[in-house]
């Protein structure tokens, strides 16, 4: 598979601040990125997305930047809360959407 | 709608034993997933459905995994034997399977399995 990797593997925030976290990933062939949000337990939920014709995409609370230059992804998280400590992964898509790559996770703690 | 169902939540077996899980997909997702996570790791898909059909299972190690959805719908996922580094949350996903995007793509809570 190909491989899509993460820079920090544990981010502590403060309640209230800005989240950023980042992911690389090596094929220029990507065409489609996903962030996903796994809670303790459970399995990892949709975030947002961004296709390669892109390089920003705002969801609520939630930025996505793609710099496809460098191949490097970026989750923005605005005005963190403790129930965004999760661990948080991004995964790339070759074209036909039905085939995902998953980086190794960043965890998110936020402290109260 | 109801989620991605799968069981057990948690298994633990020794090594060289059999185990064998279950998912049900969302109803009328054509495309079913079953992804391998290792403690610290992403997902790892190891097989594809679309419908009854295997799409891609090249990831899968078939000399001792197996997976099967025979009527299209619910599929089971089994280790015979298992060995220790089998040990991960087996992940079931789902999707429409029309090229409609990962917000389609639904992931069940896993099952935990624990070789000892």
């Known amino acids: 598979g190909e491989s899509v990797g993460l820079h920090l593997p544990t981010l502590s925030v403060q309640e209230g601040d800005n989240s950023i976290i980042n992911c690389a990933y090596s094929?220029?062939?990507?065409?489609?990125f996903i962030w996903y949000k796994q809670e303790s337990g459970k399995g990892p939920q949709f975030i947002i997305d961004?296709?390669?014709?892109?390089d920003k995409r705002q969801g609520q609370r939630v930025t996505v930047l793609l710099n496809k230059t460098v191949k490097h992804l970026s989750l923005q998280i605005a005005a963190t809360q403790p129930g965004d400590s999760a661990v948080y992964f991004c995964?790339?898509?070759?074209?036909?959407?039905?085939?995902?790559?998953f980086g190794s996770g960043t965890k998110l703690n936020v402290k109260p | 709608e109801a989620g991605v169902a799968q069981s057990p939540r948690y298994k633990i077996i020794e090594k060289r034993q059999s185990v064998a899980f279950w998912c049900n997909p969302i109803?009328?997702?054509?495309?079913l997933y079953w992804y391998q996570q290792i403690l610290g790791q992403g997902p790892k898909l190891l097989i594809q459905?679309?419908?009854?059909?295997?799409?891609?299972d090249s990831q899968l190690p078939k000399d001792r995994f197996s997976a099967e959805r025979l009527k299209g719908v619910d599929s089971t996922l089994k280790i015979q034997p298992a060995k220790l580094e089998d040990s991960a949350v087996y992940l079931c996903?789902?999707?429409?399977?029309?090229?409609?995007?990962?917000?389609?793509?639904?992931f069940g809570s896993g099952t935990r399995l624990t070789v000892v």
């Open positions: 995964a790339e898509t070759l074209q036909n959407f039905n085939k995902f790559y």
């Open positions: 961004i296709r390669s014709n892109m």
């Open positions: 094929n220029s062939a990507s065409d489609y």
């Open positions: 109803s009328g997702h054509a495309t």
């Open positions: 996903a789902s999707s429409l399977g029309n090229n409609r995007g990962p917000y389609g793509y639904t």
């Open positions: 459905f679309q419908n009854n059909g295997v799409v891609d």
